[in-house]
């Protein structure tokens, strides 16, 4: 099973559109969640921290599930330049600082 | 302050040819990765660097060798080159005990086609 599992879409949504994505990962010992940002043909870019809490980072809302394993990513209000590819990472608290990316969910916007 | 670089950005290489991908940072990151990204695959990592003069296996380390030259820099080898090995490849680093360890700062990439 692999350790971090996404829809890869794509999802196409409007301008203005709210979007989800998820994420589950298979290892109960992950202890760091993230979502990455990776535009076309371009690396891959931390756009937010997900804490068990929740956290919210002005269109964007992040969300974890321990009891579930699933992890969130909540978009409003989308705009063009939202447009690429957002990577569910996880890392099990290992001092090396060893990440597992998912496949990526890719989202076009469209005016 | 360049973050990391990677070179070359585009190699084309010949089914059994040899080539070094080149790595540096300049953050004073303790930590160093090299990933391949395939379509559909997402990203695996091939090697990693905790420190200063250790290297371990990642996920899919066969046909790849890599040296952490000093702090800065770490580089990857592929010594006969195949066309499985055709991929882009990121390099990586982490801060490791300073601010949020676990985030990952990435190279621009090397775009790898082996005929």
């Known amino acids: 099973r692999k350790e971090v599992e996404q829809d890869p879409g794509p999802f196409n949504v409007p301008e203005g559109a709210t979007v989800a994505f998820n994420c589950t990962y298979s290892?109960?010992?992950?202890?760091?969640f993230f979502w990455y940002r990776q535009d076309c043909r371009k690396e891959p870019k931390l756009l937010m921290s997900?804490?068990?809490s929740g956290n919210e980072d002005g269109r964007f809302t992040a969300q974890l599930n321990r009891a579930s394993q699933y992890i969130s990513l909540l978009i409003r209000d989308s705009k063009l330049s939202d447009s690429a590819t957002y990577l569910c990472?996880?890392?099990?608290?290992?001092?090396?600082?060893?990440?597992?990316f998912g496949r990526g969910t890719q989202l076009t916007v469209w005016p | 302050n360049a973050g990391v670089t990677q070179t070359p950005k585009f190699q084309v290489l010949k089914t059994g040819q040899s080539m070094t991908l080149q790595c540096a940072q300049d953050?004073?990151?303790?930590?160093m990765y090299w990933y391949r990204q395939d379509p559909g695959m997402g990203l695996r990592l091939i090697y990693y660097?905790?420190?200063?003069?250790?290297?371990d296996k990642g996920e899919v380390p066969n046909g790849y060798n890599v040296s952490r030259l000093n702090k800065r820099e770490f580089s990857l080898r592929l010594e006969s080159a195949a066309p499985s090995q055709t991929s882009v490849y990121f390099c990586?680093?982490?801060?490791?005990?300073?601010?949020?360890?676990?985030?990952?700062?990435f190279g621009p990439g090397t775009r790898l086609t082996v005929t």
């Open positions: 990586a680093s982490s801060p490791l005990g300073q601010g949020d360890p676990y985030e990952q700062y």
């Open positions: 290892n109960s010992a992950s202890q760091s």
């Open positions: 997900v804490y068990s």
């Open positions: 990472v996880v890392n099990r608290g290992s001092t090396l600082g060893r990440l597992y």
């Open positions: 953050m004073n990151h303790n930590s």
């Open positions: 660097s905790a420190s200063e003069g250790t290297t």
